[in-house]
């Protein structure tokens, strides 16, 4: 059979915009120091609005060109029928996913202004779908305590190694027990974990750094999981991947918890994020400040940890209403 060689001329050129994106990714990851996954999903989001730009009007990649009607046109096309009780499209999107599209957008605008490559944003005045008001998902204490046991019952049955067992006991712990994100999760180090005093230096969104306290049973788990690994240095990931020198896969994480869910017959739609959720109003079941909850979660803005307080206010109601005669 013939090789055929193609020269670096003969290459597709670029997505539209594509230098742009990736100069304004470049700053999200060196300058503002985001996460892996924030970067990623910036990009997704931008490129996605460039391949439907495209498509709809020739987009030739000069963001300059972008009109406000082009944004109008965007949130209004790719809109998910179903979100108005209408029949679904190819290619729509949930409201959700137009709102972050749409910061995205706004976001590389800025960017764009501060590097005097366009003069205004397109994005200003552009009215968004209004979301659906949704209570987070969570699991009850009983329904936590549980799912934390499914580690060392995979470990008796021989379902997973015992080394997996281990780590996988002190991952829940640690969701649960400090309300950590999965990067979070995934990021700590030997460094970042005082032993003696149960807390956690993490690093969070932004790179912000906060100290939270983690639990006896998570600071258990964790000085096992150290003992197993054999952590020692600094830099040492608690919860390496193939090599020492890079952190287990969010992925990893996510397809075990679904198989420990199984297990306890726990609905699977739980996922990391839902054991933060879950530590979150269980702390305010037992009458933790709210504010000492946004340090916990490490929340910009305390209206995003007001939302926990709808969940505990829903369940109380509803209990009223199951148990007073009156209701």
Known sequence: MALVFISSEDSPPPAPGEGRISQFCDFLKNERRLSPYTVRNYREALT????????????????????????????????????????RQAGSLSRRTIHNH???????????????IVVSSPLTGIALPRLPKSLP?????????ELLKMPQLARDEKIFPESECIR??????????????????CTLTLARVDFATGMLRVLGKGNKERIVPAGTQAMLALRRQ????????????????????????????????????ALAKLPTDITPHKLRHSCATHMLDHDA???LVQEQLGHANLSTTQIYTHVTLARLKAAYRKAHPRA
């Open 168 to 185: 996988d006991t002190a991952i829940l712990e640690t969701l649960y027990g400090a309300g950590l994100r999965i990067s979070e999760l």
């Open 102 to 116: 749409i910061s995205a957008l706004r976001s590389f605008y800025k960017f764009l202004r501060l590097r005097k």
């Open 48 to 87: 996605d609005f460039s391949s439907w730009a495209k498509k709809s009007f020739g987009f030739s990649g000069d963001f300059s060109k972008i009109t406000r009607r082009n944004i109008r046109d965007f949130v209004i096309e790719r809109q998910n029928k179903n979100d108005t009780g209408m029949r």
């Open 226 to 261: 150290r003992d197993e690994i054999r952590a020692t240095r600094a830099d040492d990931f608690l919860f390496p991947g193939r090599s020492r020198h890079e952190h287990l896969a969010p992925r990893v994480i996510q397809l075990r918890l679904k198989k420990y869910l």
């Open 137 to 145: 998902k969570f699991l009850t204490e009983a329904q936590a305590l």
């Open 289 to 291: 400040d709210l504010r």
